[in-house]
C-alpha cells in the first residue's frame, strides 16, 4: 500500500507541474480569493509537496511523517475542492495514508500518545 | 500519457524493490525471500558487483534516472527528442544486463532470487511498453 500510494502522489504531482492551470479550476472559489498567492503558485507548491511525499513514502524514511504530511495535505484538498465526482478517491487515499501512520509509527510516539490518552481519560 | 503513466509507476516499483535491498545489505540482515529460499545465495555471490558498483545500487540508478526521464517527457522539458532516445538506449541497456544477470542465476550460480527476477521482469516489461508504444 505504501508503495501504491507512493506512485499515486509522485504522479499527481508530476501531472500538476505539466499543467498547473488546468488543476486551478478543481479550486473553489472562495478559496482562491484567500490565497495570498496565485493559484498556479499554489498548485505548483503542491505538487513539489505531493512528490515529496511520494519520495519518502517509495523510499519508507520516515513513512510516518510522509503519512502525516499525506493525510494533512488531504484534508486541505478536500477543503479547498469541496464534493465532487472524484471525492471517494480522496478519501480512500486519506483512509490510506492514516494507515500509514499507524503502521509506521515510531514506538516511542506510540508510548507518548499511550500515556497522553490515559491522562485524558482521567 | 498511457506508457509513461507505466514506465513511471514500473520505474517506482523498481526503486522501492532496491531501496529496500539497499537497506538490507547495509543493515546486514536477510531481506525476504518469498519465493524459494536462495536469494542470499544470489546476493552475496561473487556476482553481486558490475564494475565495482553493488547491483542493488546499479539498479536504483537505473530506475531513478528512468523515472526522473519518464516525468521530464510528461512535463515535456526540452529536448524531448534527446529524453527519447536516451530512455530507449537505458531501458535496452537494463534489459540486457537483465539478460545477463538471469543467465548467471540459471547456469553459473544455479540459484534464483526473487528480488533479482522480479527487478529483471520489471526491465524487460519497460522494455515491452516501450516497444508497444513505438507500434501503436
Known amino acids: ?38 493559484v498556479t503558485s499554489a498548485l505548483l507548491m503542491t505538487a513539489a509537496l ?13 513513512s510516518w511523517v510522509a503519512g502525516l504530511l499525506a493525510s494533512l495535505h488531504l484534508i486541505s484538498v478536500l477543503t479547498v475542492s469541496g464534493i ?4 471517494v478517491r480522496d478519501i480512500g487515499l486519506f483512509a490510506g495514508s492514516m494507515v500509514i501512520i499507524i503502521e509506521s ?13 490515559k491522562i485524558i481519560k482521567k | 500519457m498511457t506508457s509513461q503513466a507505466l514506465l513511471f509507476t514500473l520505474s517506482a516499483l523498481g526503486i522501492s524493490e532496491t531501496v529496500y535491498l539497499i537497506k538490507k545489505r547495509l543493515l546486514s540482515q536477510e531481506p525476504v525471500c518469498p519465493v524459494g529460499d536462495n536469494c542470499l545465495a544470489v546476493l552475496g555471490s561473487k556476482y553481486n558487483k558490475t564494475l565495482f558498483i553493488p547491483n542493488d545500487a546499479l539498479g ?7 523515472a526522473i526521464i519518464t516525468a521530464f517527457l510528461v512535463i515535456e522539458i526540452p529536448p524531448l527528442t534527446f529524453w527519447n532516445t536516451a530512455m530507449q538506449i537505458f531501458i535496452i541497456a537494463g534489459s540486457l544486463l537483465s539478460v545477463y544477470f538471469t543467465y548467471l542465476q540459471f547456469r553459473i550460480i544455479k540459484a534464483w532470487c526473487f528480488w533479482c527476477l522480479m527487478s529483471a521482469c520489471t526491465i524487460w516489461l519497460m522494455a515491452v511498453i516501450i516497444i508497444v508504444s513505438k507500434i501503436y
Do not use: C, H, N
Not at chain 2, 536504483?60 to 528512468?66: G, I, P, R
Open chain 1, 50 to 62: 505531493d512528490i515529496g511525499i511520494g519520495i519518502l513514502l517509495l523510499i519508507d524514511w520516515q
Open chain 1, 1 to 38: 500500500m505504501r508503495v501504491g500510494m507512493a506512485i499515486t502522489f509522485l504522479w499527481i504531482g508530476i501531472l500538476i507541474l505539466k499543467s498547473p492551470e488546468s488543476w486551478g479550476g478543481y479550486v473553489q472559489p472562495w478559496a482562491v480569493r484567500i490565497l495570498p498567492f496565485s
Open chain 2, 60 to 66: 536504483l540508478l537505473f530506475y531513478v534516472a528512468s
Open chain 1, 105 to 117: 509509527l515510531p514506538m516511542q510516539i506510540r508510548i507518548y500518545l499511550l500515556k497522553l490518552l
Open chain 1, 84 to 87: 465532487t465526482d472524484v471525492t
